[in-house]
């Protein structure tokens, strides 16, 4: 489960999901559409929660989550040491 922050109408809303950010901001604009001004900036901890999520279900692939990991740049190697926490919880 993700805890994210959505700005609607310039003002913070909490939202949990367990979705991908992607479908959780689909979700948003599905329900508020316009007001929907995206999410504050997500913790590098959260990010990585739901893309080893998404992996875990088979959503993406190893390729995918490669190719996101080289994507975070200087943030990598931190996500690289999370990813191997989850792995042996």
């Known amino acids: 489960m993700n805890q994210l922050t959505a700005i609607v109408d310039g003002k913070r809303c909490t939202m949990l999901t367990s979705n991908s950010i992607e479908e959780a901001e689909r979700s948003c604009r599905d329900r508020v559409g316009e007001r929907f001004q995206g999410f504050a900036p997500i913790p590098t901890a959260t990010k990585a929660r739901a893309k080893w999520a998404e992996y875990r279900a088979k959503a993406i692939s190893r390729d ?5 990991l080289e994507e975070q740049g200087g943030d990598e ?4 040491a ?3 926490e989850m792995r042996g919880a």
């Not at 995918?64 to 996101?68: F, N, S, T, Y």
């Not at 190697?77 to 690289?80: A, D, F, G, L, S």
């Open 64 to 68: 995918d989550l490669e190719a996101w």
């Open 77 to 80: 190697q931190e996500i690289r």
């Open 82 to 84: 999370m990813f191997n």
